[in-house]
């Protein structure tokens, strides 16, 4: 299983960016699949998660701002950002489960992709 995220970049205070994550080796509409991110010095935490059914979960910092949905004949995830803030500045990642899960725990997460950098200037 691989997964390739990418789209970050560094956008102004109040932009947006769409993130893709290609999936590859499984059919994505059989995971749950999430987004995390990991700011430096701080530890990677959840972001957003859309299990198998389609249904969605967002940690309440991004509610309203963030959008995560898939494509399943392009085995793709996105999450699209809109008014993005400095504090949203990570490397996002994004991660694969078999378990059809609303959770957004680290550890339960199988596959991981590389991370990709979003930098968000004040």
């Known amino acids: 299983v691989q997964l390739q995220a990418s789209g970050g970049g560094l956008v102004q205070a109040g932009g947006s960016l769409t993130l893709s994550c290609a999936v590859s080796?499984?059919?994505?509409?059989?995971?749950?699949i999430g987004w995390f991110r990991q700011a430096p010095g701080k530890e990677r935490e959840g972001v957003s998660c859309?299990?198998?059914?389609?249904?969605?979960y967002s940690v309440d910092s991004v509610k309203g701002r963030f959008t995560i949905s898939r494509d399943d004949a392009k085995n793709t995830v996105y999450l699209r950002m809109i008014g993005l803030k400095p504090e949203d500045t990570a490397v996002y990642y994004c991660?694969?489960?078999?378990?059809?899960?609303?959770?957004?725990?680290?550890?339960?997460?199988?596959?991981w992709g590389q991370g990709t950098q979003v930098t968000v200037s004040s």
């Open positions: 991660a694969v489960t078999s378990r059809n899960t609303a959770t957004m725990s680290t550890s339960l997460y199988d596959y």
């Open positions: 080796g499984i059919t994505s509409s059989y995971m749950t």
């Open positions: 859309i299990n198998r059914g389609g249904n969605t």
